[in-house]
């Protein structure tokens, strides 16, 4: 499996430096830290995504992944996301690409539609922001997908959904068709 996600794990510390040198950056004006939870909201994820998660509950001590499977298993229906204990991510290490991003200024849309976001606790200082604190959104999405593609081509999961919850990607439940 650890050959498989090899580019998943490229993408993932190269997002890393990238969020890093953001938040470097922007220093006090990211005020999203240890413990802040407001946007963590049950979330569909990529094969690739699902997997890695997978993978590091797996290398988990037994009664450690155990006890992270009740837990996910119990908030299964919850709104939040089921990984969410106490304001903290239980796999955080191994936290999809939109956990890593979310909070930071990013931009989507296209053409004349292009529009920015942040957390609104963040940036609340500032007026403008430039290009280079700034994630390109439509960008980040293309190499996961590209990412997530090449994992299902040398993959065995070819018949799997495209996208997939925290909840199946950990408790291996086949999600409806």
Do not use: W
């Not at 040198?21 to 802040?36: N, P």
């Amino acid at each position: 499996m650890d050959d498989l996600l090899h580019n998943y794990r490229q993408l993932i510390a190269r997002i890393d430096a990238l969020c890093r040198g953001i938040v470097d950056a922007l220093g006090e004006q990211i005020t999203c830290s240890e413990g802040c939870s407001d946007c963590c909201t049950a979330i569909n994820l990529f094969p690739v995504e699902a997997a890695s998660l997978a993978a590091a509950l797996e290398a988990l001590p037994e009664e450690e992944a155990e006890e992270i499977r009740r837990y996910v298993a119990e908030h299964a229906e919850d709104e939040r996301c089921p990984l969410l204990r106490n304001h903290r991510c239980l796999l955080y290490t191994a936290r999809p690409v939109v956990c890593r991003t979310h909070g930071l200024p990013i931009i989507y849309g296209t053409g004349l539609e292009r529009r920015i976001d942040y957390c609104p606790l963040n940036l609340t200082e500032s007026e403008s922001l430039p290009g280079s604190v700034i994630i390109d959104l439509d960008n980040l999405n293309s190499l996961l997908v590209a990412v997530n593609a090449l994992f299902l081509s040398q993959s065995d999961a070819l018949d799997t959904p495209e996208r997939l919850t925290i909840v199946e990607a950990l408790l291996k439940r086949t999600p409806p068709r």
